[in-house]
């Protein structure tokens, strides 16, 4: 298409006119820039981007090289624990402490080795600001360090705790009352591991204790702070007494020396001047702390009564002052009595007379107190007036009886006791009522006559009412032994005092209960109880126990069928029950009732056999003191002898009797019972005298073993008496023969064994003296053998509880073993030819039966005749009184 005429030009725009060049030079060059680009520094602008190279120090080098060095679990060693210890952090001091405790408790040897310089550097954190900083230090010295300082040597350990007493007496004056409180915390902990470090500060702590107990704000505003220090004073002072009662306890040399020397010793030795302080700074101290005791005790007093309910803080910070002061007390009573034995010196200011004028008069002020909880009813009033009560008990020896009367404290002690037995809380009683009991026998040695006798009806009667498994029945029978016993007390009971005498008699009624109940609840009681009965029985001889009759329940009761069960004293121990035999010796009116419970206990298997013998022994020393009648010490041995159990068969040959238990026993009381009897005078009224107990034992069939011993009796007293010729005691005799050979006849053919021989010989030895001596009982008995061997089989049965054999062979050789023993002793054989017509009828009835025909007898049976038959006819032909032409003739031709 073409363009439109005339139009063309009009279209066109004009052409735009171009700029003049500038001329000359350009001062700022413009630049066009995009939006959003950063803009380029200034080529004037200073650089200030720092470069810099990583820096790797020593220290974190060392971390790989820590593989054998003792590290916590942070991986610090005990260096760089120590170092944090001093930080200005509190919060990196506690992770210190924490990891020394960490870091000694998994490697030990860390603590051994590096003990005194843990020491040095943590004796800075006594005073430190932080409460859970000073509470881990004293758990790691309480857990770790101090039982470690115990084992080193006295000289390391003395200067080592110099450095810490040291910060904590500087910490006993602190500013902050919460470092005050803690440091006596601290000073009980050294006091209760290293005693022999606190008289060196013995003044100066006691100083500090006066101190902090001035102040008004730890008795107003936490009781558990104040109970804390008193705790602490407490040990302080138990160190105090211990030293006096040492000194008083000590050799007489050194009686007189003053309470710092007896402690210097202790202190160092390098510098001697530092352990010297003077007994009379330290008394001085304690007296102040008296005044301070009483005020405290009088203000937890009001507290506690003005409070419906319990408090337990102020409870406790009222019986901790109470023992405080019955420490310096103690003390105080201890330097009284050392200032009395001062012989040729000045007499220190500390007398009794000071105590009556100074300490004396401050307590008086409980005496007020003491009222005010007696007037309440509740069981905590009665534990308050219990500490007060032994707190003037324990100055009644010393104190004037003009100013504190002593009928006044023996009405108070008395309610005491009557409060005792309506208390609910028993428990609370056991606790606190045995330092009451304990004194007991010193305010009745000391107050007079008409003052004591409700203390002591008060005191029989709670002692009645205790039962024995309590835990004052100890203090109640230490302090009735006191009071009894003139070598504790230096009480003599005489005729002249009857109210004494009259308790003394019910304490002694008491004794046997309590005996026989401990034995199974309360094991200890027992000895105490048996160790009193017998210096009872020492000291008062002649006195009347006939309440004392319960006593032989002991070894056992008798019921009603006549029978009698053993008693505990079988399952006492050894010390007791020799106690218990030691008290028969000097009871001895009551022998004549336990010698049979007494002898059941003897018999049985429970009792061993040392303690047998020692009863025997015992028995037999009460016999010669003429205390023992003769027929009741002969009833008791022979009651022995027969029913001893030997535990020992028939078949039991010596070589088994010895393996049994009680064999040897046996053997020992058989000899022990001889000698017995041997001592008591001529041989043959002694006999006369157990005749009817050897008899009556007899007839109940006893043992071979029992029947032997009783043999052995008749045969040690009097073998050739006349009462064996009674036909009776003969059969017994010529039984118990036969009960002895039926085993050893059985080995007739094949010869005697030699263990089975041995074991006759000694069942058959006292016959053999019985038969020597009496001629007429040897042929009586070998006339009873030979109606044995013809047939006679019921003969010995009612003597015996053996079978006995049938068959006329066994009868025959039974008879023949007898027959063989007798000849063999060539004591016998004169008695024996006076009895050759009984032996003569048995080798012709051994003939006859050889001879005849019998159908009942066997081959074998008459084998066995035949060969008992030679044998006594060998044993026959060695008596000279014998015809061998006649012997001869007997032989038989089958």
Not at 97 to 115: C, F, Q, R, S, Y
Not at 582 to 601: G, H, K, N
Request: charged fraction near 20%; aromatic fraction near 8%; hydrophobic fraction near 40%.
């Amino acid at each position: 298409m073409g363009r439109p005429a005339g139009g063309a030009s009009a279209s066109k725009k004009p052409k735009a006119k171009s700029k003049p060049k500038q001329r000359g030079g350009v001062d700022f060059k413009k630049y066009k820039h995009k939006v959003g680009r950063k803009l380029p520094p200034p080529k004037n602008a200073t650089n200030t981007e720092i470069k810099s190279k990583l820096i790797v120090l020593p220290e974190q080098t060392m971390a790989s090289e820590r593989s054998g060095m003792a590290v916590n679990k942070r991986g610090l060693t005990l260096r760089e624990l120590l170092q944090q210890t001093v930080h200005y952090n509190p919060k990196v001091r506690r992770a210190a402490m924490n990891g020394i405790k960490d870091l000694v408790t998994k490697h030990p040897a860390e603590l051994k080795l590096h003990k005194v310089a843990m020491i040095e550097k943590l004796q800075e954190r006594i005073c430190d600001s932080d409460k859970v900083v000073r509470d881990s230090l004293y758990s790691l010295l309480q857990s770790l360090v101090f039982p470690s300082l115990k084992e080193d040597n006295a000289m390391s350990t003395r200067s080592t705790l110099s450095l810490l007493m040291a910060n904590v007496l500087n910490g006993m004056t602190h500013l902050s009352m919460d470092i005050q409180l803690m440091a006596f915390r601290f000073l009980e902990l050294v006091v209760l591991n290293f005693p022999s470090s606190f008289p060196r500060y013995a003044e100066q702590a006691f100083n500090n204790f006066v101190a902090v107990l001035s102040n008004d704000r730890i008795h107003l505003q936490d009781k558990s702070k104040l109970n804390s220090v008193l705790a602490g004073l407490a040990h302080c002072l138990s160190l105090v007494a211990r030293v006096t009662e040492n000194d008083d306890a000590s050799d007489r040399l050194v009686h007189n020396r003053p309470m710092g020397e007896l402690w210097k010793p202790t202190l160092d030795e390098d510098n001697p001047e530092s352990g010297a302080f003077a007994t009379s700074a330290v008394l001085m101290k304690l007296q102040n702390l008296i005044r301070i005791l009483i005020n405290s005790i009088e203000v937890s007093a009001s507290e506690i009564c003005a409070k419906p309910a319990n408090d337990a803080q102020s409870s406790e910070a009222l019986l901790s002052a109470l023992h405080c002061l019955h420490l310096i007390c103690t003390t105080f009573i201890h330097e009284a009595k050392k200032s009395q034995m001062e012989f040729g010196r000045s007499k220190s200011q500390f007398g009794p007379d000071w105590l009556n004028s100074s300490v004396l008069v401050c307590l008086k002020k409980l005496w007020g107190v003491k009222r005010l909880f007696y007037e309440k009813g509740d069981d905590r009033f009665f534990v308050f007036n219990l500490k007060i009560a032994e707190l003037f008990l324990c100055l009644s020896t010393c104190v004037d009886d003009t100013l504190f009367p002593a009928e006044e404290l023996c009405q108070f002690v008395s309610s005491l006791f009557a409060k005792a037995k309506v208390l609910r809380n028993k428990d609370l009683m056991e606790t606190h009522l045995s330092p009451l009991i304990t004194c007991i026998p010193g305010l009745i040695a000391n107050c007079a006559d008409d003052s004591k006798g409700y203390l002591l009806e008060a005191f029989t009667d709670a002692f009645r009412d205790s039962k024995v498994d309590c835990k004052l029945m100890l203090p109640y029978l230490e302090a009735v032994g006191e009071m009894l016993l003139p070598e504790k007390s230096g009480i003599w009971f005489t005729e002249i005092d009857l109210g004494l005498l009259e308790y003394r008699s019910a304490w002694i009624g008491e004794l046997p209960g309590i005996l026989l109940q401990s034995v199974d609840k309360a094991p200890p009681v027992t000895k105490v109880v048996l160790e009193l009965l017998l210096k009872i029985g020492q000291y008062f001889p002649t006195a009347e126990i006939g309440n004392l009759r319960p006593f032989i329940l002991l070894f056992g009761t008798k019921s009603s069928s006549g029978t009698v069960e053993v008693g505990p004293f079988v399952s006492l121990p050894h010390d007791c029950q020799e106690l218990v035999i030691s008290c028969l010796y000097y009871f001895s009116s009551l022998l004549p009732d336990t010698i049979e419970p007494l002898a059941c206990c003897c018999l049985s298997d429970k009792l061993e056999p040392l303690m047998l013998i020692r009863i025997i022994e015992v028995l037999q020393s009460t016999y010669k003191a003429g205390n023992l009648q003769i027929t009741e010490q002969l009833s008791f041995l022979s009651l022995l002898m027969a029913r001893f159990d030997v535990n020992c068969g028939m078949s039991c040959t010596l070589e088994d009797a010895e393996k049994v238990s009680n064999w040897k026993t046996f053997k020992a009381l058989n000899h022990l019972i001889l000698t017995c009897l041997s001592e008591m005078g001529d041989g043959s009224l002694v006999l006369e005298l157990m005749w009817n107990n050897l008899s009556n034992e007899i007839a109940r069939k006893p043992s071979l073993h029992n029947m032997n011993g009783l043999f052995r009796i008749i045969v040690t007293l009097d073998a050739a008496t006349n009462k064996l010729m009674n036909e009776d005691f003969i059969k017994l005799i010529a039984g118990y023969l036969v009960d002895a050979a039926l085993d050893l006849s059985k080995t007739i053919e094949v010869g005697f064994q030699s263990n089975k021989t041995r074991l006759f010989q000694y069942f058959i030895k006292p016959c053999i003296i019985i038969f020597e001596q009496n001629d007429k009982v040897l042929c009586c008995a070998l006339e009873m053998l030979k109606s044995f061997a013809a047939g006679d089989e019921h003969m010995f049965s009612s003597l015996s509880s053996l079978d006995y054999p049938r068959e006329l062979s066994q009868r025959v050789c039974v008879v023949t073993t007898i027959l063989v023993f007798l000849f063999n002793d060539r004591r016998l054989h004169p008695n024996l030819s006076l009895s050759k017509t009984a032996i003569k009828g048995i080798l012709h009835y051994i003939r006859h039966q050889l001879d005849s025909n019998v159908p009942d007898v066997t081959y074998g049976q008459k084998q066995k005749l035949k060969f008992a038959f030679e044998q006594l006819k060998t044993k026959a032909l060695q008596l000279n009184c014998w015809d061998r032409s006649e012997l001869e003739g007997l032989s038989s031709t089958t």
